[in-house]
């Protein structure tokens, strides 16, 4: 049995979606930027779905711009905030997806901010205190804080980091690539100033996300060369990419009670498999249902002696999942994540990441092993 528990590296596509991004394919071709009536055609499905995905965050269609993931995006809000409202302070956390630490440290090195690093507890969850107390001393800094965090699953509250970014005239981005189509994200009701999207966190595909920007904020392009996305980024639009997002988030959003129950009720069923299966296995991270991404495990493995071999073992049984972010997966380095919360590096940890096609009789598979290998 083939086993796929890496989704939040990746999820496969929707059926649906490739419906829809097929019949694209065949019937419009046109550039959404010619005048013509192929091109007005295009250009309709384009506006369509950036309509469709506003509805959904409760935001204006002129608030939602499309972009090539959320690497793009990330970039885009932090580094255009920086040059365009004259930020000289940033705050973030040592567990950040590196789309926004890499950024945020290349900033610092260049000279143009000084970086701040937020103080985490030993679940490596953030200490606000810490963040108001920085505020306090530096009231107009850019705080990027993720939603959720990619290996661990930790979900940060931004609606209360929101609250206090508010209180000091701060610029608040929170990368939301994991909880995007997850979670309900009602923007009419969140002060924040940026959020982004990729759509095949979601079952939409690669290539293609998005970045909210306020109404308030006005930033210049970070790709320029074109009059696309309303002047903010030149290239032509990835059309088919475009309309997959958008029907990959409408289905998101009508099914995600449903998938939500589900998808926790596996987690929680691996979560009590493993505790009587392998003595002393432990999590990183949260793992409360309110506390924790509901579609994201990590987990700390006694059997030390396998460490360097684990995930090898795992791929040779036929069983994907993950040792760190999958976004580096080229990279030899340690998980930055597992050292910033200083977890036992004797001790190896995989992420498993579950989506609505897991079954539990995959997790029994993938539990069999572990204690197989571990013994």
């Known amino acids: 049995m083939q086993v796929y528990l890496d989704n939040a590296a990746t999820t496969p596509l929707d059926?649906?979606?490739?419906?829809?991004?097929?019949?694209?394919?065949?019937?419009?071709?046109g550039n959404p930027s010619s005048i013509h009536a192929h091109g007005r055609q295009v250009k309709t499905?384009?506006?369509?779905?950036?309509?469709?995905?506003?509805?959904?965050?409760?935001?204006?269609?002129?608030?939602?711009?499309?972009?090539?993931?959320?690497?793009?995006?990330?970039?885009?809000?932090?580094?255009?905030?920086?040059a365009d409202f004259g930020i000289t302070h940033a705050i973030t956390s040592p567990i950040e997806h590196h789309a926004v630490l890499h950024t945020l440290e290349e900033q610092e090195r260049v000279g143009n901010i000084k970086l701040s690093i937020l103080n985490l507890d030993e679940k490596g969850n953030i200490d606000l205190a810490h963040l108001t107390a920085l505020l306090a001393?530096?009231?107009?800094?850019?705080?990027?804080?993720?939603?959720?965090?990619n290996e661990l699953g930790n979900l940060s509250d931004i609606k209360k980091i929101s609250e206090i970014c508010n209180t000091y005239n701060a610029i608040f981005h929170s990368d939301t690539v994991q909880t995007m189509g997850h979670y309900i994200h009602n923007l009419s009701e969140l002060k924040i100033d940026f959020i982004t999207g990729a759509?095949?966190?979601?079952?939409?595909?690669?290539?293609?996300?998005?970045l909210?920007?306020?109404a308030n904020n006005k930033i210049k392009p970070f790709i320029y060369g074109g009059a696309q996305?309303?002047?903010?980024?030149?290239?032509?639009?990835?059309?088919?990419?475009?309309?997959?997002?958008?029907?990959?988030?409408?289905?998101?959003?009508?099914?995600?009670?449903?998938?939500?129950?589900?998808?926790?009720?596996?987690?929680?069923?691996?979560?009590?498999?493993?505790?009587?299966?392998?003595?002393?296995?432990?999590?990183?991270g949260n793992i409360e249902a309110d506390k924790s991404l509901y579609t994201v495990l990590n987990v700390s493995l006694p059997c030390t002696d396998m460490s360097d071999m684990l995930l090898f073992n795992l791929d040779i049984a036929g069983i994907s999942a993950s040792g760190g972010s999958a976004c580096s997966s080229g990279s030899d380095i340690g998980s930055h994540v597992l050292t910033g919360i200083k977890a036992d590096s004797a001790r190896p940890s995989v992420r498993f990441s579950f989506s609505k096609n897991n079954t539990k009789e995959e997790i029994d598979v993938v539990?069999?092993?572990l204690k197989e290998i571990c013994q």
């Open 199 to 210: 759509g095949h966190k979601f079952h939409g595909p690669k290539g293609v996300g998005f």
């Open 212 to 214: 909210y920007i306020n």
């Open 367 to 369: 539990v069999a092993k």
């Open 15 to 29: 059926a649906e979606v490739i419906e829809v991004m097929v019949e694209a394919m065949k019937n419009d071709f």
């Open 137 to 149: 001393e530096n009231p107009r800094s850019l705080v990027s804080i993720m939603h959720a965090n």
């Open 45 to 82: 499905l384009v506006e369509k779905a950036r309509r469709t995905i506003a509805n959904l965050l409760h935001a204006s269609p002129s608030e939602i711009f499309f972009t090539s993931g959320g690497t793009e995006a990330d970039n885009m809000a932090i580094t255009r905030s920086i």
């Open 229 to 284: 996305e309303r002047n903010m980024r030149g290239g032509t639009e990835n059309v088919y990419g475009i309309v997959g997002l958008a029907k990959a988030l409408e289905i998101a959003y009508r099914d995600m009670d449903a998938h939500q129950a589900y998808i926790q009720n596996l987690k929680d069923y691996m979560i009590s498999e493993l505790q009587k299966a392998i003595p002393d296995v432990r999590f990183n």
